[in-house]
Nanobody, 121 residues
Framework: QVQLVESGGGLVQAGGSLSLSCAAS????????MVWYRQAPGKQRELVAA???????NYADSVKGRFTISRDNAKNMVYLHMNSLKPEDTAVYYC???????????????WGQGTQVTVSS
């Protein structure tokens, strides 16, 4: 079993900053990609930022230059540092990790439960 737990969400004013964390735990042998998604009310879930095990990153155009994804492979954690937040960044933020487990020979996706980020104007 693998568990992902996000933390760090909250309420912030426009222009402010917030940092999210996601911790993966359980029978993990290795983690490949770690990804942050978000879902606003009435909208589809969208990819925000992704990072490979080697540190290569990818961002949605809407957050480039404002958000930074990073990870700590030793701790099985991924972070999302968000600057210059806008009201349109308001959403539930989810992390996903592609994990090799002791029982599975191929990586499988695991999701966290989400953390709310609200940006007031």
């Amino acid at each position: 079993q693998v568990q992902l737990v996000e933390s760090g969400g909250g309420l912030v004013q426009a222009g402010g900053s917030l940092s999210l964390s996601c911790a993966a735990s359980g029978s993990i042998f290795a983690i490949t990609d770690m990804v942050w998604y978000r879902q606003a009310p009435g909208k589809q879930r969208e990819l925000v930022a992704a990072i490979t095990s080697g540190g290569s990153t990818n961002y949605a155009d809407s957050v480039k230059g404002r958000f930074t994804i990073s990870r700590d492979n030793a701790k099985n954690m991924v972070y999302l540092h968000m600057n210059s937040l806008k009201p349109e960044d308001t959403a539930v933020y989810y992390c996903r990790a592609e994990c090799f487990t002791i029982l599975a020979p191929v990586p499988r996706p695991y999701w966290g439960q989400g953390t709310q980020v609200t940006v007031s104007s």
